[in-house]
Nanobody, 131 residues
Framework: EVQLVDSGGGLVQAGGSLRLSCAAS????????ITWFRQAPGKELEGISC????????YYADSVKGRFGISRDNGKDTMYLQMDSLKPEDTAVYYC????????????????????????WGQGTQVTVSS
C-alpha cells in the first residue's frame, strides 16, 4: 500500500522545538519533491515548506522562514520537518505530502492546498504550542 505516515507532534512550550517525521511505504521517496502543510483551527490549509526532487531547491513560507527546516533521509524513505523557536501561532495539524511535479514552489503548494491533492498525503499530526 502506498502511504505516508507522519508522527512527532505533541505539546511544547513556546520557544521549544519539535521534529516531525514522515515515513513512506510502498514507493521510493527520493523520486518525489516533498512538502509540508499545516492547518490551524478555523484556518485554511497552508503550504509551509517544500523541497525539490533532488533537494536543490527548498521553499519556506514567511511564517516559518528561519525557524523550520525540511530534510529527508532517502535510505529510510523518510522526510522531516525540524521546527525551532516555536510560537503559539504554530499550533496546527501538520501534514506531509509528495508533489506530483519535480518543482518546489509556493504556486504548486497553493494548488495542492486548494484541492488537498494530488500526491500522497500523510494523516496529519497535531502540534500544540503553549504560551
Amino acid at each position: 500500500e502506498v502511504q505516508l505516515v507522519d508522527s512527532g507532534g505533541g505539546l511544547v512550550q513556546a520557544g521549544g522545538s519539535l521534529r516531525l517525521s514522515c515515513a513512506a511505504s510502498g514507493f521510493t521517496l527520493q523520486n518525489y519533491a516533498i512538502t509540508w502543510f499545516r492547518q490551524a483551527p478555523g484556518k485554511e490549509l497552508e503550504g509551509i515548506s517544500c523541497s525539490s526532487i533532488n533537494d536543490a531547491t527548498t521553499y519556506y513560507a514567511d511564517s516559518v522562514k528561519g525557524r523550520f527546516g525540511i530534510s529527508r533521509d532517502n535510505g529510510k524513505d523518510t522526510m522531516y520537518l525540524q521546527m525551532d523557536s516555536l510560537k503559539p501561532e504554530d499550533t496546527a495539524v501538520y501534514y506531509c505530502a509528495t508533489m506530483v511535479t519535480t518543482i518546489c514552489s509556493s504556486e504548486n503548494m497553493d494548488v495542492m492546498a486548494r484541492v488537498r491533492g494530488p500526491g500522497v498525503w500523510g494523516q496529519g499530526t497535531q502540534v500544540t504550542v503553549s504560551s
